[in-house]
């Protein structure tokens, strides 16, 4: 199975400031495709997690700008370039390259 | 507006047996691979199983293998999860999701499984 390791798992910050998530992967995602199948989920208290970013760096329709995905092969981020309230939770990053997927361990954001 | 509303959870023994359901709507449910992920309680998230359009290709974690089978009814609209010889490790919260992407770009809001004696 893929492992994948996501760093930090506790961040706190402030309110207007930036955020990065880091995640990789123990093997290359590249699939034969050619795409890189690695997506970032968004778990608020109490919700059910919400996609934000797929294929490394493609924002899903609703998601604010300030939310960005970058890298390739096995090293991964998603930056939050001005945190607001409504970030706060759990960030996950996982794989869809290999059967069978598997997901981070989870990033807590929290404010400072 | 895509909508996946799941059923059939609560408590049951360790070794009983629950068949969720989940029901899908807004979209054109035949033309798209279906997932269950599963959240321990506290935990993070766990890939359990998924199905292609037609049925005909089926994926499973190892832990599931043998105990659970994902399945469809494309005329209902509807995804199945049958959970066989249950076990105190699989109480989570399970979560119907479409996929897109080779991900879970739709999630329903979970149901509660609880394995407990």
């Known amino acids: 199975d893929v492992v994948m390791t996501q760093s930090p798992l506790s961040l706190p910050v402030t309110l207007g400031q930036p955020a990065s998530i880091s995640c990789r992967s123990s093997?290359?995602?590249?699939?034969?495709?050619?795409?890189?199948?690695l997506n970032w989920f968004q778990q608020r208290p109490g919700q059910s997690p919400r996609r934000l970013i797929y294929?490394?760096?493609n924002r899903d329709s609703g998601v604010p700008d300030r939310f960005s995905g970058s890298g390739s092969g096995t090293d991964f981020t998603l930056k939050i370039s001005r945190v607001e309230a409504e970030d706060v939770g759990v960030y996950y990053c996982m794989q869809g390259t290999y059967w069978h997927w598997t997901f981070g361990q989870g990033t807590k954001v929290e404010i400072k | 507006e895509v909508q996946l509303v799941e059923s059939g959870g609560g408590l049951v023994q360790p070794g009983g047996s629950l068949r969720l359901s989940c029901a899908a709507s807004g979209f054109t449910f035949k033309n798209y691979w279906m997932s269950w992920v599963r959240q321990a309680p506290g935990k993070g998230l766990e890939w359990v199983a998924n199905i292609k359009e037609d049925g005909s290709e089926i994926y499973y974690v190892d832990s599931v293998k043998g105990r659970f089978t994902i399945s469809r009814d494309n005329a209902k609209n509807s995804l199945y999860l049958q959970m066989n010889s249950l076990r105190a490790e699989d109480t989570a919260v399970y979560y119907c999701a479409r996929e897109g992407d080779h991900s879970a770009g739709y999630w329903g809001q979970g149901i509660l499984v609880t394995v407990s004696s």
């Open positions: 294929k490394v760096s």
């Open positions: 093997q290359s995602l590249v699939h034969s495709d050619g795409n890189t199948y």
